[in-house]
Each structure stands twice: as structure tokens, then as C-alpha cells.
């Protein structure tokens, strides 16, 4: 039984596999593979919602897709929320494009009589990618310090943008963005 569904922005390979090193350190230091476990893919989620029609959205995020170009990102910062599911992310230095775009999806959404809940919406939503999911509460230093030895920043590009459900993760579609050609 689904637990939700999420829209995601992909990453390039090279950014993607940064991403991922950091997930198998983490794993390999035995501290948590939980992100590897569930299947997931390195991404920045733009929404996520417990009730959603897919096929409502496959059409817009299409649409959506082919009307954005690849966008430059750079993570330079690790943090950590402060509630119990104890992650730890890697976070882009927020730009314009980024930030317009979670805008236009937001309003996109809106659209379609979607609603968007608080921590997505533009004025507060704080992008992200989690390196480190349901971490022991006495091994968060460690896996921090892990994070620290990533080298940031790191850069790349988003370049896809789709629909999962979860738990665990199955993508449902995802298209490039700035394709333009019908498939």
C-alpha cells in the first residue's frame, strides 16, 4: 500500500554518483542504508503529497519538463531537520532558477485544485537532498562528519523531473528536462 507520492528533480550522472558515495560510505560504515534499501535515487523533492492521481499528473509534469532547460546546481552545505526521523541532506545554494521553479510547479499544481502543504511552498520550502535516513540518535556526529569529508561543493546539473511512490520508492514516469519531443 502506498504511503505517498513525491515529485522529484534528478540529477546528472557525475552528480548523482556523489551522491550515491556518500549513501555507500554511510552503509559501509554501517550507520545506515536505508536510502539504498528502499530504492531511492539522489533527488531534491519539489512536492510530496499522501493522496495524489498519477495520471492526473503525468501530463503536466511533461508539459512542465519540456518547458525548463537543464538546471546548474551546487550543494555546499549539510544539514539536518529537527524532528525524529533524524536525516541529514546535502543542500543546493538556492538559486533564482531553482526557486522560480518550485514557484511554477507550485502554480502548475494549483491548476489542477491541488493543494500544496505549507513546507512546499516557496517562502519556506528549503531544498535538499538526503544523504542519511533514520540514523541511530548516537551515531548522527558520525554520520555528519562523513558528510563534512564530502569535499562540497559539489556541482552538476538537474536534469530530469518525475513521479514516485513510496514506500519503498517506485518511479511511475520522469522526463528531461528542456525534451520537447512527444514519446
Known amino acids: 500500500m502506498s504511503q505517498g507520492f513525491a515529485i522529484e528533480l534528478y540529477f546528472d550522472p557525475a552528480l548523482e554518483n556523489q551522491v550515491l558515495k556518500a549513501w555507500n560510505v554511510l552503509s559501509l560504515r554501517q550507520i545506515t542504508s536505508q536510502l539504498i534499501?528502499?530504492?531511492?535515487r539522489p533527488h531534491i523533492t519539489l512536492f510530496s503529497s499522501s493522496s495524489l492521481d498519477p495520471q492526473k499528473l503525468e501530463q503536466l509534469i511533461k508539459n512542465f519538463a519540456s518547458k525548463k532547460l537543464?538546471?546548474?546546481l551546487t550543494f555546499s552545505s549539510v544539514g539536518s531537520f529537527p524532528n525524529a526521523g533524524n536525516c541529514l541532506f546535502v543542500s543546493p545554494t538556492p538559486s533564482l532558477s531553482l526557486l522560480q521553479?518550485?514557484?511554477h510547479l507550485c502554480d502548475e499544481l494549483k491548476k489542477l485544485n491541488i493543494e500544496i502543504g505549507q513546507e512546499y511552498c516557496t517562502e519556506s520550502w528549503v531544498p535538499h537532498?538526503?544523504?542519511a535516513q533514520d540514523v541511530p540518535k548516537n551515531r548522527m556526529a558520525e554520520a555528519f562528519c562523513v558528510l563534512r569529508d564530502l569535499k562540497l561543493p559539489i556541482s552538476g546539473c538537474a536534469m530530469d523531473i518525475g513521479l514516485v511512490e513510496f514506500s519503498p520508492v517506485r518511479e511511475l514516469f520522469s522526463f528531461s528536462l528542456g525534451n520537447s519531443t512527444e514519446e
Not at 534499501?37 to 531511492?40: A, F, M, Y
Open 129 to 131: 537532498c538526503i544523504v
Open 37 to 40: 534499501q528502499i530504492e531511492s
Open 101 to 103: 521553479l518550485q514557484t
Open 70 to 72: 537543464p538546471l546548474p
